[in-house]
């Protein structure tokens, strides 16, 4: 009841408008048919890391055979690549929330064929890089999905306790080193089902070491949701 009058408020504030070229958007989407006709699907994909493959039969790319990650799955909505890039540099920087609304949106669509999760787990921010920026972009991304979706978004129970060096320049291999210790969870977690929700992801190593952390907690299910899927480099 309570999302029904929150969403009924907001339409009325905020009628859906295309982000992209300011037409009216389609249902509920702030996004017009033909923008999103437009944007960069992902292709065939590996089905636990989306790492880009050639042939989708369902396959498991030969890093996560050498190396399981983590996380048992991704859901990812786009490549990395306009103008999808624009829309998540835009939240993250100019603090563009209503590009959160879009990809939470689609972010609930997209995850309507998986199994369900218990919990949203947005990627926390460092409190320092979060003081700075004023707002996390994941949490605002997972709060759309979250209640659309009526799954709720576990903030106090995940934090990132180490800052980490910029991941950009670095290999797979270094990122992982790079990242390994950064997130301390709490609690119990036994036989929790998690989706971990983040903007970009690039080799995984971010939600990989959050996935252990959860797991050693007693998640049961830990599955990735991202809104673009970035080339690996090298
Ligand atoms: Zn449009
Ligand atoms: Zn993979």
Redesign the pocket.
Known sequence: MVNNWWNFIQFRLFPPTCILCHRPGTGELDLCAGCRAELPRPGPA?R????PLASDAGW??G??QRRP?AFDRTLTLFRYAAPVDRLILDLKHHRRLANARLLGRLLHMAAADWPACDLLVPVPLHPRRQWRRGFNQSLEIARFAGSALGVPIDTRRCRRVRRTAAQAELSAAARRDNMRGAFTVTGDWTGQHVAIIDDVMTT?ATAGELARALKARGAAEVQVWVCARAGIPG
């Open positions: 590996c636990r890391c989306a790492e498991v790319c890093r996560c990650p995984g």
